[in-house]
């Protein structure tokens, strides 16, 4: 489908799987787990919610203070991340969080496009009536907030995310969705919102998904 172009970019962290390790890990005074699963949890959602940024280093003494916990689960944690592309770390320099000029974030952009495309591809000939109605209600309150809201870059970005959680339903393929939910952790998570700074991106954002939406609902998979 030609108009996924538009969305490489773009996360569905709404679906994320990375935090299923919940047997695992110690808890603090509050009853909070300190595992490295949800130390890793706690440092994504910091790079989410803009407290790092693409290059930031990643202390792991500052991570550990933050965290209440010792530095050697933060170090486990950080090396989760990296697995997830999320995180760099460098020989005694430290982990870093992604950068867009890195190879591997360009290289995963690449290959989540290609993967999506085909994700939309098995939507147009799976999915339901009723899964079809939802993605056009949520397109039109995509519509809406463009139109009569005043979106921030991350609240439309986060609009996006549940017309894709329609196509993940539709679709009906785990593995796909795995595979794509694991490029989306890292690039997805640090410059989703990027693409989405301006009103003019978004507008582009908008006709993108309408195309989809289109050839979706025509049932034609290979628009």
Wanted: hydrophobic content about 45%.
């Amino acid at each position: 489908m030609r108009a996924l172009g538009v969305y490489t970019f773009h996360a569905m962290e709404q679906m994320n799987i990375a935090t299923a390790a919940a047997a695992t890990g110690s808890s603090d005074g509050n009853g909070i787990k300190s595992g490295p699963p949800e130390l890793a949890r706690a440092i994504r959602l910091m790079i989410r919610d803009g407290e790092y940024g693409p290059g930031d280093r990643l202390g792991t003494a500052e991570l550990a203070d933050r965290l209440n916990v010792s530095r050697g689960p933060v170090r486990e944690a950080l090396r989760l991340l990296e697995s997830r592309r999320l995180v760099r770390i460098e020989q005694n320099r430290g982990a870093f969080v992604i950068d867009l000029q890195d190879k591997e974030a360009l290289d995963a952009f690449a290959t989540r496009g290609v993967l999506f495309a085909f994700l939309a591809e098995l939507c147009a000939v799976r999915a339901s009536d009723a899964q079809i109605a939802a993605m056009k209600s949520k397109l039109a309150e995509l519509s809406d907030l463009h139109s009569h809201g005043r979106p921030t870059p991350r609240s439309f970005l986060k609009a996006t995310f549940r017309i894709v959680q329609i196509f993940h339903e539709a679709a009906a393929t785990p593995h796909l969705t795995e595979m794509i939910l694991d490029l989306t952790e890292g690039v997805g998570m640090v410059f989703g919102h990027f693409g989405m700074a301006t009103r003019d991106m978004r507008a582009e954002e908008l006709r993108g998904y309408r195309q989809l939406f289109k050839a979706i609902a025509n049932r034609d998979p290979a628009r």
